[in-house]
T-cell receptor, first 116, second 109 residues
């Protein structure tokens, strides 16, 4: 159990367009979902933490108007990269913690975004 | 501040044993996770320690000493597929995982 999916796995978009990434917990309800970004050979960087039905908490330096997070249900969170630029090209990974769990984070497979 | 210290890279031989050390400083402590991350993929859970001592899970074991701010991951009977990065991630007082850059493990035949 504890499977997290992400869609799409890869996306290429043009500069100035917006891209939506979905994160779903398939077989459990997630109290909290996390969005990370990872550049090549670097550590995971937490972008934001979201709880179902409430506004996401963004980490310092992450623009909330550029990276829109919606956590509409206990199994779905979305990240929308608005007005994407080439420097937004990265590996975006979501994770989810289950209700009543040990705060372990179950990771989705990631989404590789390339902005041209 | 919060800090994770792991070796950047380690090399080991197939069939051997390797120990990856991790020292941490966090504001509060609520357990420590080890994750494995293959290149281009998301991390996968390996182990979780909340009390001092050794947790064994097949070929992988993880040790924790809270007083020393120290943990290690022990990998036995190394296989080529174990080539990956290994991430030590303690939880702070807010139950937030703190991530370091991880240790890249290279397995040679």
């Amino acid at each position: 159990g504890a499977v997290v999916s992400q869609h799409p796995s890869r996306v290429i978009c043009k500069s100035g367009t917006s891209v939506k990434i979905e994160c779903r917990s398939l077989d459990f309800q997630a109290t909290t979902m996390f969005w990370y970004r990872q550049f090549p050979k670097q550590s995971l960087m937490l972008m934001a933490t979201s709880n179902e039905g409430s506004k996401a908490t963004y980490e310092q330096g992450v623009e909330k108007d550029k990276f829109l997070i919606n956590h509409a249900s206990l199994t779905l969170s979305t990240l929308t990269v608005t007005s994407a630029h080439p420097e937004d090209s990265s590996f975006y990974i979501c994770s989810a913690s289950r209700i009543g769990g040990s705060y372990e984070q179950y990771f989705g497979p990631g989404t590789r975004l390339t902005v041209t | 501040g919060q800090n994770i210290d792991q070796p950047t890279e380690m090399t080991a031989t197939e069939g051997a044993i390797v120990q990856i050390n991790c020292t941490y400083q966090t504001s509060g402590f609520n357990g420590l996770f080890w994750y494995q991350q293959h290149a281009g993929e998301a991390p996968t859970f390996l182990s979780y320690n909340v009390l001092d001592g050794l947790e064994e899970k097949g070929r992988f074991s993880s040790f924790l000493s809270r007083s020393k701010g120290y943990s290690y991951l022990l990998l036995k009977e190394l296989q080529m597929k174990d080539s990956a990065s290994y991430l030590c991630a303690p939880k702070d007082s807010n139950y937030q995982l703190i991530w370091g850059a991880g240790t890249k493990l290279i397995i040679k035949p």
